[in-house]
């Protein structure tokens, strides 16, 4: 496992991966107390192995350790291959950090790799590959707004208004810096961090709750699958905050419906794991055909070339600043 993350994680040979068969280091039942009293019971049928689910290691703070990768068996290239032969509707969103990864490597421009992607992936079944820069625009249109708005209750001489404002406004699109903010510091951190949803999250809302109408597809009927550079991606689409229910439904005889709940997100797949998909098809990806974009959900210019926001770490800041220079 330790080899397909970054070496800049890594320290030396070290491989803190905890396997299935080590012990947790939580209890499940809570603190366990001693108690002088004796139970004499009689076990009958042997209960059924507790399991633990992503969501519930999420919510854990018990181990500082990749454990968490554990759980990631619904978010692997099996999962992704298997939905495809099932005759899925299958959609692809590659973040501009992984198209930019593949391109280094294999020495050929990023948007060079975005049209070798879109045709390897729509070789294999994929009905459409999108590009999380756009979702990345709607994400900065919104920290804006969500700044302005502090921003001007700070500046109000109504102390009630002031008080609501939680300045200054932390933004990053890292998992691990919000399950950092959580299971660390609480209440202390968390009114300053943004509630703008990151890029991959937004793009999974437009295209589980949007692009499918125009489809004339349900949300079940869509596997949502991103291409991202961080393994804690695939810890962020697990989480219950984005996951949503589908509005009740009838049958012709007036009965309701199952309650479906519907992932943003079904699934992130890593940059190496990309590269490993592509050795397994054995594909020559440099000299793989290019296929036409998808224009639909992708930042492509007029003449055909990929463009973004400026400013490092998502261009938050930047983009902020820039709005508060025209508006002050």
């Given at each position: 496992?330790?080899?397909?993350?970054?070496?800049?994680?890594?320290?030396?040979?070290?491989?803190?991966?905890?396997?299935?068969?080590?012990?947790?280091?939580?209890?499940?039942?809570?603190?366990?107390?001693?108690?002088?009293?004796?139970?004499?019971?009689?076990?009958?049928?042997?209960?059924?192995?507790?399991?633990?689910?992503?969501?519930?290691?999420?919510?854990?703070?018990?181990?500082?350790?990749?454990?968490?990768?554990?759980?990631?068996?619904?978010?692997?290239?099996?999962?992704?291959?298997?939905?495809?032969?099932?005759?899925?509707?299958?959609?692809?969103?590659?973040?501009?950090?992984?198209?930019?990864?593949?391109a280094a490597h294999f020495c050929i421009s990023p948007l060079q790799v975005f049209k070798?992607?879109?045709?390897?992936?729509?070789?294999?079944?994929?009905?459409?590959?999108?590009?999380?820069?756009?979702?990345?625009?709607?994400?900065?249109?919104?920290?804006?707004?969500?700044?302005?708005?502090?921003?001007?209750?700070?500046?109000?001489?109504?102390?009630?208004?002031?008080?609501?404002?939680?300045?200054?406004?932390?933004?990053?699109?890292?998992?691990?810096?919000?399950?950092?903010?959580?299971?660390?510091?609480?209440?202390?951190?968390?009114?300053?961090?943004?509630?703008?949803?990151?890029?991959?999250?937004?793009?999974?809302?437009i295209i589980k709750c949007y692009l499918c109408q125009d489809m004339e597809l349900r949300p079940e009927e869509v596997y949502h699958v991103t291409v991202m550079p961080?393994?804690?991606?695939?810890?962020?689409?697990?989480?219950?905050?984005?996951?949503?229910?589908?509005?009740?439904?009838?049958?012709?005889?007036?009965?309701?419906?199952?309650?479906?709940?519907?992932?943003?997100?079904?699934?992130?797949?890593?940059?190496?794991?990309?590269?490993?998909?592509?050795?397994?098809?054995?594909?020559?990806?440099?000299?793989?055909?290019?296929?036409?974009?998808?224009?639909?959900?992708?930042?492509?210019?007029?003449?055909?070339?990929?463009?973004?926001?400026?400013?490092?770490?998502?261009?938050?800041?930047?983009?902020?600043?820039?709005?508060?220079?025209?508006?002050?």
């Open positions: 496992m330790s080899d397909k993350f970054s070496p800049a994680l890594q320290i030396g040979d070290l491989d803190d991966f905890i396997r299935p068969s080590q012990a947790c280091t939580v209890s499940l039942n809570g603190m366990l107390k001693k108690s002088n009293k004796v139970e004499v019971r009689h076990e009958g049928k042997s209960e059924e192995p507790v399991k633990i689910s992503l969501k519930d290691c999420l919510a854990c703070s018990g181990c500082v350790t990749s454990a968490e990768t554990v759980m990631l068996k619904n978010q692997g290239l099996d999962e992704f291959l298997s939905n495809i032969n099932e005759g899925k509707t299958v959609i692809v969103s590659v973040s501009p950090q992984s198209r930019a990864s593949i070798k992607l879109t045709r390897f992936f729509k070789s294999l079944g994929v009905r459409a590959v999108f590009d999380t820069s756009c979702s990345r625009d709607l994400t900065l249109v919104e920290s804006c707004v969500e700044f302005i708005t502090r921003y001007k209750q700070n500046q109000s001489v109504d102390d009630d208004e002031r008080s609501k404002t939680s300045l200054p406004m932390i933004t990053s699109a890292c998992p691990g810096l919000i399950c950092y903010a959580e299971k660390s510091h609480g209440s202390v951190l968390l009114p300053y961090i943004s509630s703008v949803k990151s890029p991959q999250q937004t793009i999974g809302t961080c393994y804690d991606k695939k810890l962020e689409a697990s989480r219950d905050n984005f996951v949503f229910q589908l509005e009740s439904h009838f049958d012709d005889e007036g009965r309701e419906g199952e309650v479906n709940m519907i992932s943003e997100v079904d699934s992130v797949l890593t940059t190496g794991e990309i590269m490993e998909l592509i050795q397994l098809k054995e594909v020559d990806f440099k000299s793989l055909e290019e296929a036409p974009l998808d224009k639909l959900l992708s930042n492509i210019d007029e003449e055909g070339c990929l463009y973004g926001v400026r400013g490092s770490s998502g261009g938050y800041a930047e983009t902020v600043f820039r709005l508060m220079e025209k508006q002050c």
